[in-house]
């Protein structure tokens, strides 16, 4: 297993490493992940005792903390990019799969919270994908 990866936000002015290898890769349907990623779930890959050092733009790191809850959520202040998070009490770095440049090593381990998966995301297979836009 890798273990440094390598990441950034859409408008680029935070750039990360996180160096440690994933131990798990939750999709999590919960409704709070439904909101905050504004999608069907979250694809958050966990690594406890990791290493995340900021490269550039540690700065524009905002963190939200949903009230009274564990729900956590790092973002660039500039794009919204969800970035990596860590809990300081368990040393435990969350990393969102979307926010990595280089390729994640592990498959997701399992869909977590599916009683609040939207009715809609529970047929996917059926689906027909395309490259791009369709025509």
């Not at 966990?46 to 290493?51: C, D, L, M, S, V």
């Not at 939207?118 to 791009?132: M, Q």
Request: aromatic fraction near 8%.
């Amino acid at each position: 297993m890798t273990n440094q990866h390598h990441g950034s936000c859409l408008c680029g002015q935070v750039r990360f490493q996180l160096n440690a290898a994933f131990q798990s890769f939750f999709l999590c349907h919960c409704h709070r992940c439904q909101k905050g990623t504004g999608s069907l779930h979250a694809a958050n890959l966990f690594a406890p005792g990791a290493e995340l050092v900021w490269l550039q733009g540690q700065d524009s790191v905002q963190v939200y903390q949903h009230d009274n809850t564990r729900h956590c959520k790092a973002f660039c202040r500039h794009c919204g990019s969800s970035l990596p998070l860590l809990a300081a009490s368990s040393g435990l770095v969350m990393v969102p799969a979307g926010s990595l440049d280089s390729e994640v090593d592990i498959r997701p381990t399992a869909r977590i919270f599916m009683d609040d998966c939207a009715d809609w995301g529970k047929t996917l297979n059926d689906v027909p994908g395309f490259s791009g836009l369709p025509s």
